[in-house]
């Protein structure tokens, strides 16, 4: 068993799980239970694990699930220009986005 997410937060291991169950990939999440441990301190979130033989298809279907988290309202050339987010290249000098 490989980790190949830590959450967090409360729920976003569980997001993780359910996006890998989508892409067939079999995950477990661990820690979940740690609230409610009497005075146990200090709190981790859960964490997504998958089978070793599992974890190269797992990353791959991770990167797939974080790009839609990345929001760039703009992103700011190299050459000092601000492009808005519909811009796959500068609209001023041509560059793509690093
Ligand atoms: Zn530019």
């Not at 068993?1 to 995950?27: E, K, S």
Request: proline share 8%.
């Amino acid at each position: 068993m490989v980790r190949v997410y830590q959450g967090i937060g409360p729920v976003d291991a569980y997001m993780v799980r359910d996006w890998l169950d989508r892409n067939g990939i079999h995950a477990w999440m661990h820690g979940q239970h740690l609230m409610g441990a009497c005075g146990e301190l200090p709190i981790s979130w859960p964490s997504v694990w998958v089978a070793t033989d599992d974890e190269p298809r797992a990353r791959a279907a991770l990167t797939t699930y974080e790009q839609p988290q990345l929001v760039h309202p703009d992103w700011l050339c190299r050459c000092g220009e601000t492009n808005g987010p519909a811009f796959g290249a500068c609209w001023s000098c041509g560059a793509e986005p690093r």
